[in-house]
């Protein structure tokens, strides 16, 4: 089945307003892919920025994080509801920077998936394995278990988008061979077909992240089940539309 190529930006907690509008300047002045589904995810401070400043058709904007409750006693924490308020249209879950500094667990990052969703937001789900579990050969078994836990509760796979991101692999410059994330998605889209069904299993994306670069996007072309990318700090520079334009 042919998926639409997307490509999703993770501006992290970088950015200020000058540099996150010369990042969507940017894009603005490039003539992108119409068939290519692009998204930014600026800090939630520029949020209404970014949306602001977009005049690109194909990108949208979403959040990094959303609570797992509505609008109330959660100091520091950003709502679905606010997030949508503001016009954004995703955002992301499940980040291993999240669940690895912050402790997020399994559960509560299938809690926030499914406020979000059922708040009117699109969801890019993040899940991916430790250095020391991938020695250990668990890397699907880890990633099953993180899709369980959102699958036990959410049934409607429709508005998610499924960001394959090895740990070991994000932010260090190492990043996994096109072959390996080919492996690896299959193994995903296979476990997803036993737990929400073929069907809706054939038409998840699964992007994959980890030390993604203009390089390095073009060689993950050929493969079957890497339908687009989430992108961290290549998101900021101008290789991004690079990586957008990595299929042509």
Known sequence: MARQ???????????????????????????LPKDVQVVIAPPSLYLGLAIAENKQPT??????????KGTGAFTGEICAEQVVDVGAKWT??????????LKESDDF?????????????SVILCIGE?????????????CARQLDAVS????????????YEPVWAIGTGLAATPDDAEET????????????GQDQAEKVQILYGGSVNGKNAPEF????????????????????????????
């Open 185 to 196: 998605h299959k193994g995903i889209r296979e476990h997803l077909a036993k737990t929400i």
């Open 130 to 142: 430790t250095l020391d579990e991938r020695k250990g050969g668990i890397t699907l078994d880890v």
């Open 152 to 163: 036990k509760i959410i049934k409607d796979w429709s508005k998610i988008v499924v960001a």
């Open 5 to 31: 190529f997307f490509v999703g930006g993770n501006f992290k907690a970088n950015g200020t307003k000058s540099s996150v509008t010369s990042i969507i300047d940017n894009l603005n002045k490039q003539d």
């Open 59 to 68: 990108v949208e904007v979403g959040a990094q994080n959303v609570f797992n």
């Open 221 to 248: 072309k050929d493969k079957a089940n890497v339908d687009g990318f989430l992108v961290g700090g290549a998101s900021l520079k101008p290789e991004f539309v690079d990586i957008i334009k990595s299929r042509l």
């Open 109 to 121: 990052v299938a809690e926030k998936t499914k406020y979000a969703l059922d708040n009117g937001l």
């Open 92 to 101: 992301l879950t499940g980040h291993s920077e999240r669940r690895t500094i």
